[in-house]
């Protein structure tokens, strides 16, 4: 096998053809360390190569799990591996002592036979929806460079749809893997609050808001992984028990007919690009076409809100992860300077403000629920415009630097005592979510929701389109999807 012929496998099928014996682990890992070394330099998909613990994994031997003998990567952002430093796409943490336990994701991917040969790239502690570290620099998108493939995941979709690895793991905790599947073309999916375990070292990410879960091209290799990945931990604090069914069993059944509402607008009201808008409508022919019922409506949540209680979710976490970091001998120095704004400002945000915009998560559960009482899915575009150009979607410089210049000299409570902060705050919950509006509703909501590549603009970029389903639908989402594939074939649609 050849690259040319790699590329046009999928991981189900990589692993068909190992345990066939009609090609090695060896032969799949060279193949993939050869695609990186050839688009690393551009691309910039991989923060820490880990060529050494992956030959060291064939030499142990790959076994005959699902996913055995095929090359994989795994996300530098929660994803522990024994002994490997995971650093948050941060210089203050890149350097501090490596986890003594593998991820329970982790743990599941090497037990299915998964050959872990990288990390991938990300922002300062997932916090963007592009893929921008000073500590290891930005990742470009395959399908044009001067363009983000999203965040928070971005270095994992980069390294898909560049042919590096057919799936990578990905993590979601606004968009983290929505984002990214569609800038790039691929399959992403945000499974239920509770399906997969985050543990051991973490009880819930961002207040329960993050999932694990993985990038690919074919609806088929995100069912196994959900297979491989899903069911509880001992000490979960939340757990969907494992389906009687697997999700790949599932995936294969023809959903019934459904009733799917849809909603184009910006939440935030922001503008939508008009490729998002014919998205949505080519997308709804398309369904009409397959006997769903699709119609016009949205959950009655006020989405500027919503924004303002998610960027409330940093304020809450943010600070917390740079006083653990000092605690485990980092500097708070080291991190950049956006980070450590967004700390300031949490550390001025009270409890009681905190507890305020957490208890707000179950209105918008409570609306999207009634939005599920009448519709199976709620459809809309993942992003609110195509792929970005590198340096857009930041807090101007400006704003970045008055704040800044506020924090350092102590003047910041100044600026709550007159009640001029919450205008800033709200300023920068628009402008962080500008492009990527729509995603953060099911974080928030805990409810399933995915990513396909069912759009393509008139300049040849992805645009993916987003479908929610209600809490423990998985399965469904995976049942449609795959009726969508197969409908409109993505996976052989490749960027050059």
Not at 168 to 191: F, M
Not at 224 to 247: H, I, K, M, N, Q
């Amino acid at each position: 096998m050849d690259f040319a012929s790699y590329r046009h496998y999928d991981a189900t099928a990589l692993a068909a053809e190992v345990a066939a014996g009609r090609v090695s682990a060896e032969h799949l890992l060279g193949l993939a360390l050869a695609r990186l070394a050839e688009v690393q330099p551009g691309l910039n998909p991989v923060c820490r190569l880990m060529d050494a613990e992956a030959r060291a994994q064939l030499a142990r031997g790959v076994g005959n799990g699902p996913l055995a003998g095929v090359p994989g990567l795994i996300k530098d952002v929660a994803q522990d591996y024994a002994g490997v430093g995971t650093s948050w796409g941060s210089r203050a943490l890149a350097g501090l002592p490596p986890p003594r336990e593998h991820a329970h994701v982790v743990r599941r991917l090497l037990d299915a036979g998964l050959v872990i040969f990288g990390k991938t790239n990300a922002p300062e502690l997932g916090l963007k929806g592009v893929t921008d570290p000073l500590a290891f620099g930005r990742s470009s998108n395959p399908w044009d460079p001067a363009r983000t493939p999203g965040g928070s995941s971005g270095g994992s979709a980069a390294a898909v749809a560049a042919g590096v690895v057919p799936m990578a793991a990905g993590n979601d905790g606004g968009g983290s893997i929505r984002i990214p599947a569609a800038c790039c073309g691929l399959v992403g999916l945000k499974t239920s609050r509770g399906l997969i375990s985050v543990g051991p070292g973490a009880g819930e990410v961002w207040f329960g808001a993050c999932s694990e879960g993985v990038i690919s091209r074919s609806v088929r290799d995100t069912a196994l992984a959900l297979d491989v990945l899903a069911g509880p931990e001992p000490g979960d604090p939340v757990a969907l028990p494992e389906p009687a069914t697997r999700f790949v069993d599932q995936m294969h059944r023809p959903p019934r007919r459904l009733r799917i509402a849809w909603f184009a607008d910006s939440p935030i009201a922001e503008p939508v690009h008009d490729e998002a808008k014919l998205a949505i409508e080519r997308t709804v022919a398309l369904l009409k076409g397959l006997g769903h019922i699709v119609e016009p409506a949205q959950p009655e949540i006020d989405g500027r809100a919503l924004a303002n209680s998610y960027l409330h979710l940093y304020f809450g976490q943010v600070p917390a992860a740079l006083s653990q970091a000092v605690t485990r001998g980092g500097r708070e120095a080291d991190f950049e300077p956006l980070t450590r704004l967004i700390a300031t400002l949490g550390r001025a945000t009270s409890a009681e403000r905190l507890t305020l915009e957490l208890l707000r998560w179950n209105d918008y559960a409570r609306a999207l629920a009634a939005l599920h009482a009448r519709y199976d899915l709620y459809l809309t575009p993942t992003l609110a415009s195509p792929p970005v150009l590198h340096g857009t979607g930041d807090p101007p410089p400006l704003q970045i630097a008055v704040l800044g210049w506020l924090r350092a000299s102590g003047l910041l409570g100044l600026l709550k005592r007159a009640g001029l902060l919450e205008g800033v705050i709200r300023q920068m919950a628009t402008e962080s979510l500008r492009h990527v509006p729509f995603t953060q509703l099911a974080n928030l909501t805990g409810t399933p929701a995915i990513s396909l590549p069912l759009h393509w603009t008139a300049d040849g970029l992805p645009l993916g389109l987003q479908f929610v389903a209600a809490p423990g639908q998985d399965g469904l989402l995976l049942q449609l999807a795959a009726e969508l594939e197969a409908a409109q074939p993505w996976f052989d649609r490749l960027p050059s």
